[in-house]
């Protein structure tokens, strides 16, 4: 479904991606896991037009997406919750909300797909009419997601859904996270907590400065004694 080829990312000077390639299938929950710095957010923007790459090919669905503007990315059915939420903290919940769908044209689809979003996130629905600055960390995380989720993607790309959040909260995203992937659509996910991040994948990349440096199956890559001591705190 989604193709990265030999990926070249500078930040001015700084060569950030360094001829990354991986891929994710329809279907599948992709982790990409590595320290801060590793290269993994910039990954995320270069996928989805926010960063132009020096060089490589990013392939979706057999397009070649490497030169397409973020809101045509959008179009073709790929979403991304950005790390930091990033809401529209002065607008309404539900107005964050209809934001996701703006390019959905049909108000019937907008409306069924309001609804989708909230049986997924009830507590949407109950603040629908309050200020989404106003809402908690979680909240706003949730909010997000469903943002994300009014476009009716096929891939979502997630950005350190878990950062700041409590234990509690961080089970109750990563159920949702799990429950996003049964309804249909694809995750590619990046994520500090590599131990919860391995607990849903069903693949894994390891990304040390630009470059992807170990891959397979998320439940090995568990058990690896590299990454158990590199990220897993063992």
Known sequence: MLKIQDLHV???MIHALKGLSFEVNEGEIITLIGANGAGKTTTLHAITGLLRPKSGKIIFDGKDLTKAPAHKIVEMGMAHVPEGRRVFQSLTVLANLKLGAYTKHSKAEVAETLEMVYDRFPRLKERASQIAGTL???EQQMLAMGRALMSKPRIILMDEPSMGLSPLLVSEIFDIIKSISAG???????????KKALSIADRAYVMETGRIVLSGKASELMNDDSVKKAYLGE
């Open 184 to 194: 249909g659509a694809t995750v590619l996910l990046v994520e500090q907590n590599a």
């Open 10 to 12: 500078y930040y001015g």
């Open 136 to 138: 908690s960390g979680g």
